[in-house]
């Protein structure tokens, strides 16, 4: 049995599948938990749930909303955190004025969209620019897509749309990070861009950036073998 524990955090609308290639390939070096965050609409929230599931100690990597809630965590106890890995996110909070009544809008709009039309449908629209253009004809990765976002509903939606919008700012936390921390993106991620990642580890003392060539926004299960490579050096170094 490994001494080291490794929690990997989904994004919004994500589960287990979209860390499957990880959880299965870094097992040899770390006992790995997938936290479910179920109708949970803070992201504070969702991390004080998997502080009171987690070991004393232990690696954290998040990724897309799963990145924000791993800063939450680690400002709620720093001293547990022995390694972060951040994926595809981003530390700033809504914008104040039209820009963040802009991004209200758009995730309402698919929240209606969800309820009218089914997960399925709203995921259908969404995921277009959730990967990277070549891969949107790659039919198994949007199936896999599609069919997780199905698993949820539209309920649950609601609750992680309502925990990003009033994401806390995570830009004061980058400098008190010390633990070896990985900074990875897809190199065509859209939403989560590549000059978000390059700020945030140039703010964190321990920070290693990787780009992930060819890649949008669901870097996990776009180029499995690359993002777990990543992750399997991260953990390494702890």
Same mark, same amino acid.
């Given at each position: 049995?490994?001494?080291?524990?490794?929690?990997?955090?989904?994004?919004?609308?994500?589960?287990?599948?979209?860390?499957?290639?990880?959880?299965?390939?870094?097992?040899?070096?770390?006992?790995?938990?997938?936290?479910?965050?179920?109708?949970?609409?803070?992201?504070?929230?969702?991390?004080?749930?998997?502080?009171?599931?987690?070991?004393?100690?232990?690696?954290?990597?998040?990724?897309?909303?799963?990145?924000?809630?791993?800063?939450?965590?680690?400002?709620?106890?720093?001293?547990?955190?022995?390694?972060?890995?951040?994926?595809?996110?981003?530390?700033?909070?809504?914008?104040?004025?039209?820009?963040?009544?802009?991004?209200?809008?758009?995730?309402?709009?698919?929240?209606?969209?969800?309820?009218?039309?089914?997960?399925?449908?709203?995921?259908?629209?969404?995921?277009?620019?959730?990967?990277?253009?070549?891969?949107?004809? @790659?039919?198994?990765?949007? @199936?896999?897509?599609?069919?997780? *976002?199905?698993?949820?509903?539209?309920?649950?939606?609601?609750?992680?749309?309502?925990?990003?919008?009033?994401?806390?700012?995570?830009?004061?936390?980058?400098?008190?990070?010390?633990?070896?921390?990985?900074?990875?993106?897809?190199?065509? @991620?859209?939403?989560?861009?590549?000059?978000?990642?390059?700020?945030?580890?140039?703010? *964190?003392?321990?920070?290693?950036?990787?780009?992930?060539?060819?890649?949008?926004?669901?870097?996990?299960?776009?180029?499995?073998?690359?993002?777990?490579?990543?992750?399997?050096?991260?953990?390494?170094?702890?």
């Amino acid at each position: 049995m490994s001494t080291r524990h490794l929690i990997l955090v989904p994004g919004i609308m994500c589960d287990v599948t979209v860390w499957e290639h990880q959880a299965r390939d870094l097992r040899d070096l770390a006992d790995i938990t997938i936290p479910d965050h179920g109708s949970l609409d803070s992201l504070p929230a969702m991390a004080e749930a998997i502080l009171k599931r987690a070991p004393e100690r232990f690696a954290l990597a998040g990724h897309s909303m799963g990145g924000r809630v791993a800063f939450e965590v680690f400002r709620q106890a720093p001293e547990r955190v022995m390694g972060l890995a951040l994926l595809d996110t981003a530390h700033a909070p809504r914008r104040a004025g039209p820009e963040g009544e802009q991004e209200a809008a758009q995730r309402n709009r698919l929240l209606e969209k969800a309820r009218k039309e089914g997960m399925r449908a709203m995921g259908a629209e969404w995921v277009q620019r959730m990967v990277h253009p070549d891969r949107l004809s @790659d039919t198994a990765l949007i @199936d896999a897509i599609l069919e997780m *976002i199905a698993r949820k509903t539209p309920d649950i939606f609601a609750a992680q749309i309502r925990a990003l919008l009033e994401r806390p700012a995570a830009t004061a936390l980058l400098p008190q990070i010390r633990c070896p921390t990985l900074v990875l993106c897809g190199r065509e @991620d859209s939403w989560s861009d590549l000059a978000g990642h390059e700020e945030m580890a140039s703010l *964190i003392t321990q920070a290693r950036l990787a780009a992930i060539e060819q890649c949008g926004h669901m870097s996990t299960m776009e180029r499995p073998v690359e993002v777990t490579a990543a992750l399997r050096e991260w953990l390494t170094s702890l």
